[in-house]
């Protein structure tokens, strides 16, 4: 708790808006993320950008929040549609149904994707879809490595990331997501 308390009051001193933490690979070639790197983003109520390695630098230009848009933040909504204005990125809002609620028909969820986007103006770098796929690792894996996605966004503890990263720390990130994870505080 030392270190995530000294993390939160350094945030709140310099104002700080994002953390950033490499994760290396362990020697069983699992990339863990650790329950304190989690709970210094929980503490300070800043969102983490979790990057694999392995990872190559390549500007943003697609960007996917696996989210329930019964669930979907604003929050998440306004820092994603300012990176998206910045990196000139594309935002696509991934609805996947979270474990045990009913798939959302197309008509009423592009009605919620169109009610969660505050501005107009932000529409141009968002866009939607309405995934089918119950297994959310499966849907994850194709969002992320079929649609060449250079972000995956996802809420800590929170449905999706649950089902990728499991319920308890220390947490392993799926071998076929070798992107950078941006995960927000729940």
Known sequence: HFVSDNVAAIVRKFNIDLLIKGIPENTKQETVIESDVLNCSAKSG???LLVPEQFPYK???KIVYATDLRYCRQDVVRFLSKLAITFNASVLIANIAAKGLPFMEN???LDVFKDTIPHPASHDHF?????RERDIPKAIDVLVNDMDTDLLVLVNH???FNE???RV????LPD???IPVLVFPS
């Open 46 to 48: 800043c969102p983490i």
């Open 59 to 61: 500007p943003l230009e």
């Open 107 to 109: 008509n009423y969820a």
């Open 127 to 131: 866009y939607f879809n309405n995934v």
């Open 158 to 160: 929170r449905y999706h």
């Open 164 to 166: 990728l990263f499991g």
């Open 169 to 172: 720390g220390p947490y392993v």
């Open 176 to 178: 076929y997501i070798r």
